[in-house]
Every structure is written in C-alpha cells, then in structure tokens.
C-alpha cells in the first residue's frame, strides 16, 4: 500500500474505472430510483453479484461451484416469480 505508486497510465485507468465503471451506474441507479418501487430497486442491486460468476465463466471460462450456481438460481427464479406475477399490480398500501 505504502510502496510504489501507480504510473500516469495507471492513475488514467483508475481514475477511468472510477468515473465508467463506478460513476456513471451511481448516477443512472439514482436517477432512475425514484420511478421504481424500493424492492424493485434492491432486486437490482442483488442480481449484480449474482451475475459476477456468469461473466467470469464467459470471459475466463472458470466455472462456478454448484453452491455458487444453486444461490445464484434462486435469486434468478425469486426475481422471475416477482416480476411475472407481481408487476403491475400494488402489493402495498
């Protein structure tokens, strides 16, 4: 941490990666939170990690351990039932 520091290049990167990767979805998710409903917008943020190892299984061809891709169905399945059956319809009051 204390040793070498990045070079220009890699300050570039960073600070790339913090402004596309980081910056950008930030200020789409906040922007766009306000016309959806709360667990519509937490559904989002727990569908990302979950696709973290489908993403590495297609770019690094690692696959995933069956708990990672049980955990990871169960999620898919819970956000499909939600959103097949519960979408358009007001659940709350």
């Known amino acids: 941490m ?7 290049t890699g300050w570039s990167g960073l600070i790339l990666l913090g402004v596309l990767q980081l910056g ?5 998710y906040t922007t766009a ?4 409903m709360a667990l519509d917008a937490i559904l989002v943020c727990t569908i990302e ?3 973290n190892p489908v993403w590495v299984f297609l770019f690094l061809k690692e696959a995933p ?16 039932f939600r959103s097949l059956f519960f979408s358009g319809r ?3 009051n």
Do not use: E
């Open 2 to 8: 204390f040793g070498a520091r990045p070079s220009l």
């Open 24 to 28: 950008l979805p930030f200020f789409l």
């Open 33 to 36: 939170i306000k016309y959806v």
């Open 49 to 51: 990690p979950v696709l």
């Open 65 to 80: 351990g069956r708990w990672a891709i049980l955990g990871g169905s169960v999620i898919v399945v819970a956000v499909t």
């Open 90 to 92: 007001k659940i709350y």
